[in-house]
T-cell receptor, first 114, second 114 residues
Framework: EAGVAQSPRYKIIEKRQSVAFWCNPISGHATLYWYQQILGQGPKLLIQFQNNGVVDDSQLPKDRFSAERLKGVDSTLKIQPAKLEDSAVYLC????????????FGPGTRLTVT | AQTVTQSQPEMSVQEAETVTLSCTYDTSESNYYLFWYKQPPSRQMILVIRQEAYKQQNATENRFSVNFQKAAKSFSLKISDSQLGDTAMYFCAFDEGGSEKLVFGKGTKLTVNP
């Protein structure tokens, strides 16, 4: 079974530029999560999708971050414009269905904002 | 808000020895799940072990076991017969009542020395 795929693995941009990350969850997984992991900290949930609907985006900085999950499969997370403090690893995870506690993580995208 | 505290930023152990990583959490709920995740330099979060709060028996997965003290809100991870491949960041995580919202601690960096 293929795992959660993410791209790109690394991205370097200048502040005020925009960037997008892509995630493909495990086939058949209904729930998808985006986490932000700042250096030296644990991951923090940004947004949770159930199929193509948003379940929780309470910690997503909506003035600059946006996410979508078209057709309930792939997802993209966008930052526009980026700030220095957005430098982090962005992790995508998926789980089989609602109430299924085990989450499977992708390899993450390391974003550096200069 | 739920919090997860890992009081050991770094630990080291000799190969083949045993090491214990500490985790405490704060919640007023009685139904929840606890997890230990491993994050090697490749950045991919890998589930090591999980514990349901309603189960009194401590979870075990091969060389990994937990000491779950519900009253003390403590959830430590014991790694027996440590191997070089165990070198990684270890994160304790909490999921309240199967809400699917993982709250992570700041992590413990474990180094296994040959």
């Amino acid at each position: 079974e293929a795992g959660v795929a993410q791209s790109p693995r690394y991205k370097i941009i200048e502040k005020r530029q925009s960037v997008a990350f892509w995630c493909n969850p495990i086939s058949g997984h209904a729930t998808l999560y985006w986490y932000q992991q700042i250096l030296g900290q644990g991951p923090k949930l940004l947004i949770q999708f159930q199929n193509n609907g948003v379940v929780d985006d309470s910690q997503l900085p909506k003035d600059r971050f946006s996410a979508e999950r078209l057709k309930g499969v792939d997802s993209t997370l966008k930052i526009q414009p980026a700030k220095l403090e957005d430098s982090a690893v962005y992790l995508c995870a998926s789980s089989l269905l609602a109430g299924w506690v085990e989450q499977y993580f992708g390899p993450g995208t390391r974003l550096t904002v200069t | 808000a739920q919090t997860v505290t890992q009081s050991q930023p770094e630990m080291s152990v000799q190969e083949a020895e045993t090491v214990t990583l500490s985790c405490t959490y704060d919640t007023s709920e009685s139904n929840y799940y606890l997890f230990w995740y491993k994050q090697p330099p490749s950045r991919q979060m890998i589930l090591v072990i999980r514990q349901e709060a309603y189960k009194q028996q401590n979870a075990t997965e091969n060389r990994f076991s937990v000491n779950f003290q519900k009253a003390a809100k403590s959830f430590s991870l014991k790694i027996s017969d440590s191997q070089l491949g165990d070198t990684a960041m270890y994160f304790c995580a909490f999921d309240e009542g199967g809400s699917e919202k993982l709250v992570f601690g700041k992590g413990t960096k474990l180094t296994v020395n040959p």
